[in-house]
T-cell receptor
């Protein structure tokens, strides 16, 4: 299957700090998605990116679709305790085939 | 509008037992998928369906069967459970845009399965 390399694997930050995580692949994707998963819940979509170079914001979250279409990053500004969770990137090649990264576990220290 | 629902939430099976994980959506989505989530592995696609009567294999299909008799329902069957199938299973559904590209997916709450 496709390999999506997501980094970092985990982050421990102070409340108020900015966060940056990224996802890279050897394949070219048509769509990049970023999800957040809380314990015991399914992933919830944060941001969807459809075009190379696209920069999209959702509140304090900003994500970009890399120009090469092989990478994407997610930034969270001014982190708050409820940002805690696991963040997943996902890439879509064609049809219904989505491939997920291994996740970034975020801990926010009040 | 309940979104994507999954039952049961938890299940314990013995090796060799069979069971069906249920998934239903009320959003009239064409696409439905099953994933499994294991520690450190992210989510991996098991099977998917592009519409009623049509299914296809994903990345890790072995040991699982699916069917799609209606738009709303997409059950996942384990015919003979094995310990390696201990995992959290997520069902997802999504629209299809006029261009044919898959729109974003909505996930159910998951089924936690333990096979002894």
């Amino acid at each position: 299957g496709q390999q999506l390399n997501q980094s970092p694997q985990s982050m421990f930050i102070q409340e108020g700090e900015d966060v940056s995580m990224n996802c890279t692949s050897s394949s070219i994707f048509n769509t990049w998605l970023w999800y957040k998963q809380d314990p015991g819940e399914g992933p919830v979509l944060l941001i969807a990116l459809y075009k190379a170079g696209e920069l999209t914001s959702n509140g304090r979250l900003t994500a970009q679709f890399g120009i090469t279409r092989k990478d994407s990053f997610l930034n969270i500004s001014a982190s708050i305790p409820s940002d805690v969770g696991i963040y997943f990137c996902a890439g879509q090649l064609a049809g219904n085939q989505f491939y997920f990264g291994t996740g970034t576990s975020l801990t926010v220290i009040p | 509008n309940a979104g994507v629902t999954q039952t049961p939430k938890f299940q314990v099976l013995k090796t060799g037992q069979s069971m069906t994980l249920q998934c239903a959506q009320d959003m009239n989505h064409e696409y439905m998928s099953w994933y499994r989530q294991d520690p450190g592995m992210g989510l991996r696609l098991i099977h998917y369906s592009v519409g009623a009567g049509i299914t296809d294999q994903g990345e890790v299909p072995n040991g699982y069967n699916v069917s799609r008799s209606t738009t709303e329902d997409f059950p996942l069957r384990l015919l003979s459970a094995a310990p390696s199938q201990t995992s959290v299973y997520f069902c997802a559904s999504s629209y299809s845009s006029p261009a044919g590209l898959q729109e974003t997916q909505y996930f159910g709450p998951g089924t936690r399965l333990l096979v002894l």
